[in-house]
């Protein structure tokens, strides 16, 4: 499984932006995918994480209201929409997706995933 994240870049605060991670050599146990942030200085953060095959989604309350993820299981690919950014919200985005079950919890942490995507930066000025 290669997970390959798109769509970082510059916005103020306030502003909008979508990061797309599309997968490659999905399972059929391929069912989880997460979003996780890391700014500088700072640990690995969860965000949210979709499930696949229901379209459930999960979001961390930092995030909640202000960021949606969808899923395109046809493009194989994973959406997340940042509205109403802030200055905290700085930081690398990473994908990740998990291809083995476990206990719904683990899915809020990093060590829940197995596969992870190369980061995209999100930067939002104040």
């Known amino acids: 499984v290669q997970l390959q994240a798109s769509g970082g870049g510059l916005v103020q605060a306030g502003g909008s932006l979508r990061l797309s991670c599309e997968i490659s050599?999905?399972?059929?146990?391929?069912?989880?995918m997460g979003w996780f942030r890391q700014a500088p200085g700072k640990e690995r953060e969860f965000v949210l994480r979709?499930?696949?095959?229901?379209?459930?989604?999960y979001y961390s309350d930092s995030v909640k209201g202000r960021f949606t993820v969808s899923r395109d299981n046809a493009k194989n690919t994973v959406h997340l929409q940042m509205n109403n950014l802030k200055p905290e919200d700085t930081a690398v985005y990473y994908c990740?997706?998990?291809?083995?079950?476990?206990?719904?919890?683990?899915?809020?942490?990093?060590?829940?995933?197995?596969?992870w995507g190369q980061g995209t930066l999100v930067t939002v000025s104040s």
């Open positions: 990740a997706a998990s291809s083995t079950p476990k206990n719904s919890r683990y899915y809020s942490t990093a060590s829940g995933y197995e596969h």
């Open positions: 979709i499930r696949l095959s229901t379209g459930m989604t």
């Open positions: 050599g999905r399972t059929f146990s391929t069912d989880v």
